[in-house]
């Protein structure tokens, strides 16, 4: 963006056009990470930080549902470093405003993040009519984590079994490849001992297809092959279960880590 350019687009902003003040805010946004590479490097990182709260302030304040979302992510940023996925960080009260206001406009990632905070702080606040209804939102916005953050916090609620199996069956033709593996099995172990293998399956071949199943969770992998075996032998498919049992055996018998295993080849 030439200096041109940047005059007419703050002057657009000063006057009050919304989506000028949100495409500034983001351009700021952008400088701020890589300033040595803009055609303002002199200021600060912390100047150009501010600049982008600015005007995304303004865009987010006039009802703009993305300034509100990229502002609450700005400013996340200038109180901490966040390092968790944005439905497991702390948010502060203000950040969860402009969220929530996101969410009320639409905003699917922000219905997402508003409801699985909900329910994380359940504890605090028991009802979580509100949190429910924002992450069904985001659930038939398709995002892809909705459906299983919400059927697996209904399967654990009593008497909503049957509501969570709904937004399970979902989930596991949305399968995240975000979700700890670890995660996905404890629920398939569930579902398996409640005689819902069928809803498991998908959650356990998630699990083995995860690219941590060789390095954090190397040492559980023969006990996830032997469930999906399970999961196969309840749902009658026989041969394939006795294809994956003899897998999850082999696995056992072999050593802890590739790097243990012999070289035969040698002398």
Known sequence: MGSRE???LRKAAESGDVEAAFTLGMRYVVWSRDHFKTPIHPHSVQWLEERARLYL????NAGHARAAVQLAFA???AR???DARDEDQFWSDEELRYLTAAAESGHIH???VVGAVGLRYSGQSPDTSAAERYLRQAVDGGHPKAAFKLGEWLFRQAGRQSEALHYLRLAGERIDEDVDPQVYIDLAQILTRTQRSDIAEPFVRAALDSPRRYTT???LEADWM????DVLNRTRRRAEAKEWYESAR???TAPERPDDWPDYDAD
């Open 6 to 8: 940047r005059r007419s």
């Open 75 to 77: 400013l996340a940023r």
């Open 226 to 229: 032997e469930l999906l075996g």
């Open 250 to 252: 082999a696995r056992r």
């Open 57 to 60: 302030r303004r865009a987010a």
């Open 217 to 219: 969770y190397y040492h």
């Open 80 to 82: 901490s470093s966040p």
């Open 110 to 112: 922000a219905a997402f």
